[in-house]
């Protein structure tokens, strides 16, 4: 049988440090496949003035398949200072490399499950009634879109006056930022098109249906961002309608949502979010499960799939030797691969492996002993993150 060959893209910072750990585990699991590397990130962004230059793109349309770790992103000033000297003033500007990668390849449906651990030292807990210690069962997949939004990249500074223009045909521009010099004016947009909402709503459906869910939470802001939000609440009710009519469809104000997850996280399993909003609420749900070290994603499109850690770069941990970092986001990452392209039953050897060795207890990184992430947190029983890749691999082989 031919080998599968998947694209490794480290990255930045800790990005370089997890996805090695995460190919270990992958090789432990029985996985066979070819590993090509491709590059990206700020270093080649200082460099080349690209940070997800050509040849990894080609790489990405040849094989299909992306494992990423991380990057380093900077605001625009920033950007500019950092690029090489022959490389300033031509005309290059920084946009993030994986929210290129999501543009380029329709990489429109981005999956994040957020799902308790037993024995997780970092797990919510509440107070009930009586002063009872409650630690809710957290089981919820958020579907982000994940190309358009406040990510779209259509933004000005200092607009010209054909956007100006356009800008001022608005009632409700007129009114309230007329006033304002076009120089000191900065415009994001927020777009949404009924193609792409209309699939990762139906994506977050199908998720439902397949796992016998009842219930699809819409979390936007249809009540004040009319338009847009307006639009993804209006779709998955008639959806809800005349194709799923034994899922309901509840929704819930972003805001509002924030408050909601820190009181009865247990009673949401399927939402779907634009891409800010899923954004925000994704990583809130993340804290209640252990925080971004848990936290894996998938960014899938028609042809092109990219697994990653939600984390960032984290510089000031990637020159830690040994590594501090705890390596669980990125294998977890590595494991809704591996459900994508039909290898279940080794994605789920992993995980069992990864909840065996937590709720065990017995090797534990930095952040899930609660202390402060420097190098002091070994002497205190700490694991590195080497440590923590051989234990796991250590289940999978039992």
């Known amino acids: 049988m031919t080998k599968r060959t998947i694209v490794t893209m480290p990255g930045d910072g800790i990005g370089k440090l997890v996805l090695k750990e995460a190919l270990k585990v992958l090789e432990a699991a029985g996985f066979e496949a070819e590993y090509v590397h491709g590059d990206i990130g700020w270093e080649f962004w200082c460099t080349e003035g690209d940070p997800f230059p050509a040849r990894t793109q080609k790489l990405l349309e040849q094989y299909k398949i992306g ?30 490399p994986i929210v290129s990668m999501r543009q380029k390849y329709d990489l429109d449906l981005c999956m994040r499950p957020c799902k308790t651990f037993k024995g997780n030292p970092l797990n ?20 982000r879109q994940n190309t358009e939004c406040l990510y779209g990249g259509v933004e000005w500074t200092n607009p010209s006056d054909q956007v100006y223009a356009a800008l001022m045909t608005h009632a409700k521009f007129r009114e309230n930022f007329a006033w304002c010099p076009k120089p000191d004016l900065a415009v994001s947009t927020r777009i949404f098109t009924r193609k792409y909402t209309t699939r990762i709503v139906k994506a977050a459906f199908e998720y439902a249906k397949a796992k016998g869910f009842k219930t699809v939470t819409v979390c936007e802001k249809p009540n004040v961002i009319r338009e ?7 779709i998955a009710q008639e959806m809800a309608k005349n194709e799923y009519p034994g899922i309901n469809v509840q929704d819930t104000n972003i805001d509002a949502q924030m408050m909601w997850l820190t009181k009865n996280p247990e009673n949401y399993h399927v939402i779907v979010a634009g891409n800010m909003f899923g954004d925000i609420v994704s990583d809130g749900f993340a804290g209640l499960v252990g925080g ?35 390596p669980m986001a990125m294998i977890l990452s590595a494991c809704m691969m591996l459900e994508h392209i039909g290898e279940s039953e080794k994605a789920k050897k992993i995980y069992n492996a990864v909840a065996t060795v937590i709720e065990e207890g017995k090797v534990k990184t930095y952040d899930m002993m609660k202390l402060p992430g420097n190098p002091d947190a070994f002497s205190k029983g700490a694991a590195n993150t080497e440590q923590m890749t051989e234990a796991i691999i250590g289940k999978i082989a039992k």
């Open 67 to 96: 494992l990423f770790g991380a990057i380093t992103s900077k605001p625009k000033d920033k950007a500019e200072v950092e690029l090489a000297a022959g490389l300033k003033g031509k005309g290059y500007t920084y946009y993030s």
């Open 124 to 143: 919510f807990i509440r107070r009930g009634f009586g002063g009872v210690i409650e630690e809710p069962s957290v089981d919820v997949m958020i579907f």
């Open 228 to 234: 847009t939000s307006g639009m993804m609440l209006k």
């Open 292 to 326: 971004l070290g848990f936290a894996c994603s998938a960014n899938i499109g028609p042809e092109i799939a990219v697994f990653e850690p939600t984390h960032g770069s984290a510089p000031k941990y990637a020159g830690f030797n040994p590594s501090i970092v705890n």
